[in-house]
């Protein structure tokens, strides 16, 4: 875990490697996976790679892109988001390619729920084929925050205070006292599938905190209420399967007065300092619960871990884990590598192979008894 880049592998061999990049999805976050896949696509070796995007509509339909294999082919640019437009296709049909033995390794860049909740992970299990990053169940747990919350409390990872709400299970009519009597204000009201930020509500007081339950429903039934604390916000990013590397820690200075959507990914909104300005030790601490989150979580590929820093008080709290971070040139998580001398190129290439030793691995396990 030092802060030397991971070694570059080279496994593109001839013909070139099919790499079917997902994009779009029938979450709230379709519009944030329409700008990264368009980067990916842009940055990605096409000495290396047959880059075939298909983007899933919010209908659930799969449309191959063909304009953007078209610019890909003549070397023109490509917009800033994908559109989801082309020919209509078979999700297996496109995924599993043609006959002529190319390796085909799927990149889904689905933010939030169908796509980064193990959904589309369990269909590229049952179809056979390697893809990038976390299996089906770190997906899911991962993406669902009150799990993710319960393995990692069990794991001793420490985090702050929250309470869990559960629309038809747990009482309505309470859960705002019981939030104020257990955490006091502010909080925040937070969907508990669902990432970027969405449906995301600072509560100052208990009216507020009415209202954010509200808008929080609209996006999911499962809420996590959780304190908010004065700390800085600092995220580190991890690469690798069994034996994985952390970046330096890099910092979120908000536009606002919490990261939200607009932050991630409106340029210039928020600021990154990367790396953050913290005493080794802290360096150290972080990367080793980046690790343990990682690992407790069984996640692989990659994943953003976000934290708290109490600098006077509880020191490092975990915030959540993200699968699939953003990844434009822009975000965090590539930033942090390239910090270290990964580019973005060479990041693409390096969550390539891993997918690919991942599936290697599992796929390797009896069917025998």
């Known amino acids: 875990m030092g802060d030397t880049a991971p070694t570059r592998l080279n496994v593109m061999a001839s013909p070139l490697l099919r790499l079917v990049v997902l994009f779009g999805g029938v979450s709230a976050e379709h519009d944030v996976s329409r700008v990264t896949a368009a980067h990916v696509l842009a940055a990605a070796d096409r000495t ?12 659930g339909s799969w449309i191959r892109n063909d304009d953007a294999i078209a610019a890909l082919a003549d070397g023109t640019s490509l917009p800033n988001a994908l559109e989801v437009t082309g020919t209509v296709v078979e999700p297996l049909t496109v995924l599993r390619g043609d006959a002529r033995g190319a390796i085909t390794v799927v990149l889904p860049l689905l933010h939030g729920p169908h796509g980064e909740d193990g959904t589309i992970q369990g269909m590229l299990e049952l179809f056979k084929l390697p893809y990038v990053g976390s299996g089906v169940l770190a997906s899911a747990v991962c993406m669902d925050k009150a799990m993710a919350k319960r393995v990692t409390e069990q794991a001793g990872i420490p985090q702050c205070r929250w309470i869990e709400f559960r629309d038809g299970i747990d009482d ?14 502010p909080v925040f009201v937070k969907p508990a599938n669902l990432g970027s930020s969405v449906g995301i509500t600072k509560a100052h007081n208990e009216s507020e905190l009415d209202k954010a339950i509200d808008v929080a429903l609209r996006y999911d039934d499962t809420l996590v209420i959780e304190e908010a604390v004065t700390a800085r916000e600092i995220e580190v990013a991890v690469l690798g399967n069994t034996a994985p590397e952390t970046s330096v820690p890099g910092e979120i200075l908000p536009g606002g007065e919490f990261y939200d959507c607009d932050d991630k990914y409106v340029p210039g909104a928020a600021k990154l300092a990367i790396p953050a300005d913290l005493p ?38 975990l915030n959540e884990i993200n699968t699939i971070p ?37 796929v390797g396990f009896s069917t025998e008894h």
């Open 172 to 185: 309505a009519r309470e859960i705002v006292g019981r939030a104020v009597e257990t955490l006091g204000l």
């Open 48 to 59: 290396k790679y047959e880059l075939v995007p298909v983007g899933i509509g919010k209908d």
């Open 326 to 362: 953003g990844f434009t040139p822009g975000s965090m998580y590539p930033k942090l590598w390239d910090a270290v001398g990964l580019g973005y190129a060479d990041l693409i290439d390096r969550l390539v192979v891993l997918a690919i030793e991942n599936h290697r691995r599992r």
């Open 280 to 317: 080794a030790a802290a360096i150290a601490e972080v990367r080793d619960l980046a690790v343990d989150a990682f690992l407790a979580l069984r996640c692989a590929g990659l994943a953003r871990v976000d934290f708290f820093y109490e600098e006077n008080g509880r020191g490092w709290l």
